[in-house]
């Protein structure tokens, strides 16, 4: 048995429910303690859009930290590398095709979907619901199981999604994930500065993890 | 004083009223009359959308007469050259210097707007609304006059638009536009096909127009 450091990345899904000057200053506020940012904000307008972005630039946010939810062309004009295809949205395969330097992000829920994902050329995918959440009530979450099984058998990344709290986190580097994804537990926090600093704590610190 | 034929290009929008399978029939029914079909279906997915292109491929619409609506990533995904960028969308500017091959059009409502269209780049714009219509209720329509203004002092190509029915053609020719830009007068009529002959016996017809 080996002391080892099991790492998890941390990506932040905005949540659609502030202005965007109060977006850009929650991201700045965590900026440095999360590794992407995805900008999942359906109900801001694509000019809304740009001026976050802009704001997102002069307050020093990496763009290579930035991922756009559906706005491929948004993406390309703003010089933002990374990109997450919903379901109704474009298809994987032609994006990657026609844009290989783009670094895209799908969603997934079964092993199948993962397969489908990685063979069209997804960079990774998340993956969920894990756990209970607000933003699918009634829908049974599907724990870590099939998790596990698609990181045994594939090399996709995969951050896990869907009512990740910081107590979950030892349970969850058990599954050999990339990452977590949040989006309620970190924007919708009263203090999101606060509510990362103890995902960041769970997720960077040392264990005693077994490593194979 | 010669005889002369003044031709006024079709360009026919959709209402975003039909399915997926009703849109793609009545595109096919109305393509040969048409110069452009402006595909402004806000509510639908991109993946319906790529799927209605796919339909109107098999269906041997030409790409060169699809417009797309917001949406430059399908454009460019889909092979589609024309683009439609609303005011709240992708700014026309920083799109004509990234993609200098899409031909770029916009919506304005005043000289002052269309002199900003032509110096950002945009190949074309819809001004209006001319005459009164159900989609801008309350608001006073422009008429003419500024179309005409437009015309005169900008090489920019404009298309007419807002409650434009056949019987107003010949007062439109009049403006000397590049043509007219038609929702519901084609889209939600009762029947499209016939909604168009009118439109294209009135556009493409012989006139007694002095040329200068």
Redesign the interface.
Known sequence: MKIGVVHLEILAITDDRHSVKELASIILKINKRIDYVHIRDKSK????L?FLLELLEEGGVEKRKIVLH?????A??MGIPNIHLP?????VK??RE?FPFMRIGCSVHSFKEACEAERDGANYVLYGHIYETNCKQGKTPKGLKELQEIKMKLDLPVYAIGGITPDKLAEIKKANTEGIAVMSGIFSAKNPEEAVLQYFQMCKEKTNEQLL
């Open positions: 307008s694509v000019r809304e740009v559906d706005r491929l062309d948004l390309l004009i379901g109704h949205g474009l298809p032609p994006v026609r």
